[in-house]
């Protein structure tokens, strides 16, 4: 790392996971879920939980289209933890055998792209 | 005046909640009680029958108005079950159309590319070029036709129908229906859902090894959704009151083709995670705004268009999915999530990504027991399955499908045997 903050001021807790989970697409951050290990997405879910709302309000307060650099991290990571808040809320022990069906899903479209391009 | 049954007509409203009142034997006993045959779900014969009985001849849902909201816009569709590409497009002149994408020199597939905006189309091989309206506008060489007439070469137009933003379209070249009068009451029903306003969707996209009815099937019941969605669905819509998560009610007719039922939603349905309770609240709140939304009712209705859409509009979202034949034993799901409006901050996206991948997670519970249900069947260890009371809708569904292809079978009959004679 440089020592420049990837993230917000305020959410520097989170720098450690931007590496694994800041991730551009939805398709992707999916992927990413299915290749993570158990341990991966608990610390990254005990982690990132406690400043959901936070950084939502965070983000809330800046246009959309005028997002830094940082503030754009910030989404990527928070997007990714609705997919693995969904691996530690509801699949638990479940995920590794689900993880197999989920390979074979790929999201198309996501309104985020519908955004930029649209 | 209704052309539909509903049954049963009890539905109570407790402190703004549905109580569950379960639908019995003898409400849905006029569709038919006994095994059905499972020829229909493994027949090689049988399947291309329904191709040519089904597919090309009933309206299909393709697209969504949004798709192809300014002029030039367009979109190319494949029907693969029938070899069959479709340029759709918005012509310079405001009005929305769907042709073969086919060129009329020597039916050339015309465009290659799956969306874009365009005045014109320029055919790869010899540059054959078609207004976005579908006027044959220039032809390299023309003199060297023998008397080509420009105007008698448009490209060649499938008939096209638009019902709440869905595009519709229908192969045959003289459809024996409006789209109207082929949906019926449930033209209402989708316009009823204020869905026409939704500009914005999300899409994901999965192959199955089975059957498109089988797949579909699966949609159509609750009954598996205790032993395969406890985690996804449980208590939100499972309770004590209705532990299989029984729908409240079924609305068709025997002799409709589509049906529909009315979800249970379990009043008492507390989230499992904090992070599922804040995209929930996110979720009101944006739909609360958003007029794509079924918020002001609690029930969640589900209703399943002939031959292969559903369209799912719940207190939180709705959804269609369409199931696309590939082969006898193989078929596409697509699912898209209407929005209405692009993200308009943080939250909206948070939200909107959350209710996407929750539902991923619903279809990606049922994806390898539809296919250890295809596999079952197509061992043809079985000549008949059973369904209860609800799974009527998979019966419903059944009885159209056997109808189509039993009068498509005698259709080609009497052209055989008039031929013989």
Same mark, same amino acid.
Request: hydrophobic share 35%.
């Given at each position: 790392?440089?020592?420049?903050?990837?993230?917000?001021?305020?959410?520097?807790?989170?720098?450690?996971?931007?590496?694994?989970?800041?991730? @551009?697409?939805?398709?992707?951050?999916?992927?990413?879920?299915?290749?993570?290990?158990?341990?991966?997405?608990?610390?990254?879910?005990?982690?990132?939980?406690?400043?959901?709302?936070?950084?939502?309000?965070?983000?809330?307060?800046?246009?959309?289209?005028?997002?830094?650099?940082?503030?754009?991290?910030?989404?990527?990571?928070?997007?990714?933890?609705?997919?693995?808040?969904?691996?530690?809320?509801?699949?638990?022990?479940? @995920?590794?055998?689900?993880?197999?069906?989920?390979?074979?899903?790929?999201?198309?479209?996501?309104?985020?792209?519908?955004?930029?391009?649209? | 005046?209704?052309?539909?049954?509903?049954?049963?007509?009890?539905?109570?409203?407790?402190?703004?909640?549905?109580?569950?009142?379960?639908?019995?034997?003898?409400?849905?006993?006029?569709?038919?009680?006994?095994?059905?045959?499972?020829?229909?779900?493994?027949?090689?014969?049988?399947?291309?029958?329904?191709?040519?009985?089904?597919?090309?001849?009933?309206?299909?849902?393709?697209?969504?108005?949004?798709?192809?909201?300014?002029?030039?816009?367009?979109?190319?569709?494949?029907?693969?079950?029938?070899?069959?590409?479709?340029?759709?497009?918005?012509?310079?002149?405001?009005?929305?159309?769907?042709?073969?994408?086919?060129?009329?020199?020597?039916?050339?597939?015309?465009?290659?590319?799956?969306?874009?905006?365009?005045?014109?189309?320029?055919?790869?091989?010899?540059?054959?070029?078609?207004?976005?309206?579908?006027?044959?506008?220039?032809?390299?060489?023309?003199?060297?036709?023998?008397?080509?007439?420009?105007?008698?070469?448009?490209?060649?137009?499938?008939?096209?129908?638009?019902?709440?933003?869905?595009?519709?379209?229908?192969?045959?070249?003289?459809?024996?229906?409006?789209?109207?009068?082929?949906?019926?009451?449930?033209?209402?029903?989708?316009?009823?859902?204020?869905?026409?306003?939704?500009?914005?969707?999300?899409?994901?996209?999965?192959?199955?090894?089975?059957?498109?009815?089988?797949?579909?099937?699966?949609?159509?019941?609750?009954?598996?959704?205790?032993?395969?969605?406890?985690?996804?669905?449980?208590?939100?819509?499972?309770?004590?009151?209705?532990?299989?998560?029984?729908?409240?009610?079924?609305?068709?007719?025997?002799?409709?083709?589509?049906?529909?039922?009315?979800?249970?939603?379990?009043?008492?349905?507390?989230?499992?995670?904090?992070?599922?309770?804040?995209?929930?609240?996110?979720?009101?709140?944006?739909?609360?705004?958003?007029?794509?939304?079924?918020?002001?009712?609690?029930?969640?209705?589900?209703?399943?268009?002939?031959?292969?859409?559903?369209?799912?509009?719940?207190?939180?979202?709705?959804?269609?999915?369409?199931?696309?034949?590939?082969?006898?034993?193989?078929?596409?799901?697509?699912?898209?999530?209407?929005?209405?409006?692009?993200?308009?901050?943080?939250?909206?996206?948070?939200?909107?990504?959350?209710?996407?991948?929750?539902?991923?997670?619903?279809?990606?519970?049922?994806?390898?027991?539809?296919?250890?249900?295809?596999?079952?069947?197509?061992?043809?260890?079985?000549?008949?399955?059973?369904?209860?009371?609800?799974?009527?809708?998979?019966?419903?569904?059944?009885?159209?499908?056997?109808?189509?292809?039993?009068?498509?079978?005698?259709?080609?009959?009497?052209?055989?045997?008039?031929?013989?004679?």
């Amino acid at each position: 790392m440089s020592g420049e903050n990837r993230l917000p001021e305020g959410f520097g807790e989170l720098e450690r996971f931007a590496g694994q989970w800041a991730i @551009e697409t939805s398709d992707e951050r999916k992927k990413a879920r299915i290749r993570s290990t158990p341990e991966e997405r608990q610390a990254f879910y005990e982690a990132a939980t406690p400043l959901a709302a936070r950084g939502l309000a965070y983000l809330d307060t800046i246009p959309l289209d005028t997002w830094d650099e940082p503030a754009q991290e910030l989404m990527r990571i928070l997007l990714s933890l609705a997919h693995i808040s969904l691996a530690v809320e509801k699949q638990g022990d479940e @995920e590794a055998h689900h993880a197999i069906n989920h390979a074979h899903f790929t999201i198309t479209r996501s309104t985020e792209t519908a955004a930029t391009t649209g | 005046m209704s052309d539909i049954d509903v049954r049963p007509p009890r539905k109570t409203e407790t402190n703004g909640s549905v109580e569950y009142v379960p639908v019995t034997k003898e409400d849905v006993a006029f569709v038919g009680t006994g095994p059905v045959p499972t020829k229909p779900y493994v027949d090689e014969q049988w399947y291309e029958d329904e191709k040519e009985a089904i597919f090309r001849r009933v309206w299909l849902h393709v697209g969504r108005i949004d798709e192809v909201a300014n002029p030039g816009d367009f979109i190319v569709r494949e029907i693969e079950a029938v070899g069959v590409s479709l340029l759709i497009v918005r012509g310079n002149d405001g009005n929305l159309r769907a042709f073969h994408n086919v060129c009329m020199h020597r039916g050339t597939e015309l465009v290659c590319a799956t969306e874009g905006t365009a005045r014109s189309f320029s055919c790869p091989y010899h540059k054959w070029t078609y207004a976005n309206t579908g006027e044959l506008r220039g032809v390299p060489d023309n003199g060297n036709f023998f008397d080509l007439d420009k105007t008698k070469f448009p490209l060649m137009e499938v008939a096209l129908d638009v019902c709440a933003g869905f595009v519709f379209v229908n192969l045959d070249r003289h459809p024996k229906q409006t789209l109207r009068e082929y949906l019926g009451t449930w033209a209402d029903s989708l316009e009823g859902l204020n869905i026409d306003v939704s500009d914005v969707f999300s899409e994901y996209v999965y192959d199955v090894d089975a059957n498109w009815k089988v797949a579909y099937d699966n949609f159509q019941e609750i009954y598996h959704g205790r032993f395969v969605h406890p985690r996804s669905i449980g208590r939100s819509t499972m309770a004590p009151e209705n532990p299989f998560g029984y729908p409240t009610k079924y609305t068709f007719r025997e002799e409709n083709l589509h049906r529909s039922k009315t979800l249970w939603n379990n009043p008492h349905f507390t989230p499992d995670g904090p992070i599922e309770a804040l995209a929930s609240e996110l979720t009101r709140a944006g739909m609360a705004k958003g007029p794509v939304s079924g918020a002001k009712r609690p029930s969640t209705e589900h209703y399943y268009i002939f031959p292969n859409i559903t369209v799912l509009s719940s207190p939180l979202y709705t959804f269609t999915q369409t199931i696309w034949p590939l082969g006898p034993a193989r078929c596409r799901s697509v699912i898209r999530m209407y929005w209405t409006g692009a993200d308009k901050n943080a939250s909206t996206r948070f939200a909107r990504e959350y209710r996407m991948a929750a539902l991923l997670d619903i279809h990606s519970e049922d994806r390898d027991i539809i296919e250890a249900a295809q596999k079952g069947l197509s061992s043809r260890a079985l000549d008949t399955v059973l369904f209860q009371v609800h799974e009527v809708t998979c019966r419903h569904f059944a009885a159209a499908v056997d109808r189509y292809v039993t009068d498509y079978r005698a259709e080609v009959a009497a052209k055989r045997s008039g031929e013989a004679l």
